[in-house]
């Protein structure tokens, strides 16, 4: 488990060296940043100017040493366009997306888990059939679409939540649940209907399994059988997806910010995209890659502590 | 709908500049009728009319508001990337800054006519190049540092030699600039400039401390009626009332100024609440959901900007007069703002918007005519010309291409489009080679024509017309009548020479909750002025 462990580090390390190579080459390659910052009315004069004092000038590789450098000593470096540190900036963003995932994703867990049970267990019946295709509906429907649907119904037509914006929870706790409940619920609940068809058939296969046709036989109920013993080996695959939604929401979490008005990560990079802001999408894709990585890192490590066969490897 | 009526906008501390203006325009040359009631009578880039009555700012029927310590959240587009339009090109910072934060020697008021500022009055010499400012005593930087002569003079000199953004070239015409004394200011022009005076009342005119300049990207201390206050990145800007404002406080404690990608989020806050005024309505159609008066107003006023289609004027057949010609004939201009824009604005016939002093009508200068504009286009051996649309990613383009492809091609003119983005704009339309036939762009500035079309070929529309230059050059060196006459020709010429294809001059059109008063009926210059804003 251990080498395990290390050979993952190693694969993480590697990834994101490579991620940020890649990010670099790639940024270099498109657009002027100097050219942006100076508009519709710049003259050849200013951009090279501009150029210069932005550092454009020197070769690719001095300015990805000197950048990854800065990376890793914490230092994201400071904006030419903003002016302002881009790692502060980064890290008060991505609270925000956190928060916004990680309620999406308790929402998702908390509809997915007995919806995608009890579809399992009813499954020959119309209950189990009404349910799959309540699940299939919510993976058709896009998040964002959900959010506008939300909003019109529960902000614009009974106004009892806000239709958007963010608040600070430390600030006021309750503005900062209203503000989120409709984000985390159109969040949630697509994603909670993506996760429901896995755990409906992750549950459909231990049911088949000789170990609970045995608890079944010792006198246990399905019912009992499925959530004493079936759960914890459904989880497995359950899990891999949820760490692979967790990711996809993470970077997918910007329409949804859109449509809401919150100012997360995603947000924060297509802004950083639009202004030509290199340095802040550097950090930005590099930051949500390290997540990325960390997700699947995480996840990883969590099999090994649900499935016992997996630790003794 | 409502239409606030111009003289809506109230403000306490314009009482203070009606006051003062009256003492404003002394020696000053002939300026505006009595009264100042007509727009036409004056240029308001010549400066120092007295026609502060028209100045919009006047009190409403009815009780003076009082300052309250409410909040007022306004919903925008375009966040700022940054505070420092020193460097920083775009119209979204000195929207929030400029007026409210930073304060200029002049304003200009909503009839476009130049009031004075932290000068409280001025003079120009005979031959136009020398400016006297009688700067306003007792006035302070929010830091508490009072704003001097020197002040200005460092401010001044600041644009000339700091400033890296375009805007900043109309500075360059200073010679000099002197304090006499700590309110006295003088300036001398190389040589005279019929609009410095006006340009002194956008961002290049921003009286700075020079104690602030290092920072001026995250901070702005300027002697405005409010201070900075906050930034959520992302999310909004804050403002708060500045307690030692030097005229009248501010009459609402503190503006939110939250910004929208989505224009749908933003109309969904003002239903919701959560913002009391949409200062740009994306999307004219959806204003039916605000058609409830005792709940709404909505302000269908001008602002400065021009929605055109230009046309590569450098470039093969497009240089061929006759092809721009046939290009205007072939256009339904009222039908293309009934479609695109729901008729919100005015159809204009060349680079001018109503309320420039040398406007005249030139909308029907090319009537729809689809057999006139065959005719041409055979003439000029162009009977099956393909043409490219380049268009930017924005709502006005977006909703006005469809329907000039299509009425285009009645006329036998076969046009492609194609979508670019802000960036690939800057590279490839604006900067050589101009790789275009045409696009589709708001120039939003004031008085731009000699920018946009100065009749030499440095610029993206490439029109080349020395006569034009001529008479801009003389126009603007010259004394206020011929200075007039030389405009008007300009746009007369630019008309007749189908230099491009005008659109319409894009309205200023706004929704607030009905209890928001004060909002100003026209965006006349680069602010969003929010001080004499209040709720009742």
Excluded at chain 1, 142 to 168: H, K, Q, R, T
Excluded at chain 2, 185 to 196: G, I, Q, R, T
Excluded at chain 2, 270 to 284: F, K, S
Excluded at chain 2, 285 to 294: G, I, P, R, Y
């Amino acid at each position: 488990m251990w080498w395990q462990i290390v050979r993952r580090l190693l694969i993480f390390l590697i990834s994101a060296l490579v991620a940020s190579i890649v990010v670099f080459v790639l940024l270099t390659l498109v657009g002027d940043p100097a050219r942006t910052i100076l508009g519709t009315e710049a003259t050849p004069q200013g951009i090279a100017e501009m150029r210069h004092q932005m550092g454009l000038d020197r070769p690719v590789i001095t300015q990805y040493l000197s950048w990854a450098n800065g990376m890793l000593h914490g230092d994201f470096g400071t904006s030419f366009v903003t002016q302002l540190p881009i790692g502060p900036q980064i890290g008060e963003r991505l609270l925000v997306t956190l928060w916004l995932v990680a309620g999406g994703m308790v929402v998702a867990l908390v509809v997915a888990l007995p919806l995608g049970t009890l579809a399992a267990l009813w499954h020959r019946r119309v209950a189990g059939w009404i349910l799959s295709g309540l699940s299939q509906l919510g993976i058709a429907v896009p998040a964002f679409l959900a959010g506008i649907l939300l909003i019109a119904a529960f902000a614009v037509e009974l106004g009892w939540l806000p239709s958007g914006g963010y608040v600070v929870p430390a600030a006021d706790p309750i503005g900062f649940l209203k503000h989120m409940m409709l984000p985390w619920a159109s969040l949630g609940l697509v994603q909670g209907a993506v996760l429901a068809r896995y755990v409906r058939s992750a549950v459909l296969d231990e049911m088949e399994q000789d170990y609970l046709r045995t608890a079944r036989a010792k006198g246990m109920t399905v019912w009992r059988a499925v959530i004493r013993h079936g759960m914890r080996n459904a989880s497995i695959p359950v899990l891999t997806v949820l760490g692979v939604q967790m990711i996809t929401v993470l970077v997918g979490a910007v329409v949804v910010e859109q449509v809401f008005v919150i100012p997360g990560i995603g947000s924060f990079l297509v802004d950083s995209v639009a202004r030509q802001d290199r340095l802040a999408v550097q950090g930005i894709v590099v930051t949500i890659v390290v997540i990325s990585l960390a997700v699947s890192f995480l996840v990883d490590t969590a099999y090994a502590l649900i499935d016992p066969r997996l630790r003794r490897r | 709908m409502i239409r606030i009526r111009a003289r809506l906008l109230v403000s306490a501390a314009a009482v203070a500049l009606v006051v003062s203006a009256c003492t404003a325009g002394a020696g000053l040359q002939p300026s505006s009728s009595s009264g100042g009631q007509s727009t036409e009578s004056t240029p308001s880039a010549t400066g120092g009319s007295t026609g502060t009555e028209t100045s919009g700012t006047s009190g409403p029927s009815g009780s003076e508001p009082a300052p309250s310590d409410g909040t007022l959240t306004l919903g925008l587009v375009l966040e700022p990337v940054s505070l420092d339009f020193t460097t920083q090109s775009g119209a979204a910072i000195p929207q929030v800054l400029l007026d409210n934060v930073y304060e200029t020697l002049v304003n200009q008021a909503q009839d476009g006519t130049i009031v004075p500022g932290l000068a409280e009055k001025w003079t120009v010499s005979p031959d136009g190049k020398t400016y006297d400012f009688t700067l306003r005593s007792g006035v302070t930087f929010s830091d508490g540092q009072p704003f001097t002569a020197d002040d200005a003079v460092f401010s001044i000199n600041y644009v000339k030699t700091k400033w890296t953004v375009n805007v900043a070239g109309a500075m360059k015409v200073v010679a000099s600039a002197t304090a006499v004394s700590p309110t006295e200011l003088k300036v001398v022009l190389s040589h005279p400039d019929n609009l410095w005076l006006f340009k002194m009342t956008t961002r290049i005119g921003a009286m700075m401390s020079p104690k602030h300049v290092n920072a001026l990207a995250t901070e702005a201390v300027g002697t405005g009626p409010y201070v900075f206050s906050n930034w959520i990145h992302g999310d909004s800007i804050t403002l708060t009332r500045n307690p030692h404002y030097w005229g009248s406080p501010a009459l609402e404690k503190t503006i939110v100024f939250k910004y929208f990608k989505d224009p749908t989020a933003m109309n969904n806050a003002l239903l919701t609440g959560q913002i009391q005024v949409i200062t740009t309505v994306q999307i004219p159609q959806a204003l039916k959901q605000f058609d409830d008066k005792s709940k709404y107003t909505i302000v269908d006023g001008t602002t400065n900007g021009k929605v055109m289609m230009t046309m590569n004027d450098g470039r093969a057949p497009l240089n061929d007069v006759r092809v721009r010609q046939a290009i205007n004939y072939a256009l339904d201009k009222e039908a293309i703002l009934k479609g695109a824009w729901a008729g919100y604005g005015t159809v204009i016939g060349s680079h001018e918007v109503p309320t420039d002093p040398w406007y005249v009508d030139l909308a029907n200068r090319y009537p729809h005519d689809v057999a006139k504009a065959k005719q041409l286009l055979a003439e000029a051996g162009q009977t099956h010309l393909t043409l490219t649309l380049a268009l930017p990613p924005v709502p006005y383009a977006a909703a006005a291409a469809p329907i000039i492809v299509s009425q285009l091609a009645e006329a036998g003119i076969t046009v492609k489009t194609t979508d670019v983005t802000f960036d690939n704009r800057l590279a490839k339309i604006f900067a050589k080679p101009y790789d275009y036939d045409l696009t589709i762009i708001n120039h939003v500035e004031q008085y731009d024509v000699t920018t946009v079309f100065d009749g030499t070929p440095d610029y993206y529309t490439q029109y080349t017309n020395p006569e034009v230059a001529r008479l801009e050059a003389e126009g603007l060196a010259g004394d206020n009548e011929p200075f007039i006459k030389d405009f008007q020709q300009v746009m007369r010429i630019l008309a007749d020479d189908a230099a491009a294809a005008w659109l319409w001059a894009f309205p200023n059109l706004m929704v607030a909750d009905a209890n928001v008063h004060g909002l100003p009926q026209n965006a006349i210059g680069e602010s969003l002025n929010v001080f004499g804003l209040y709720t009742s």
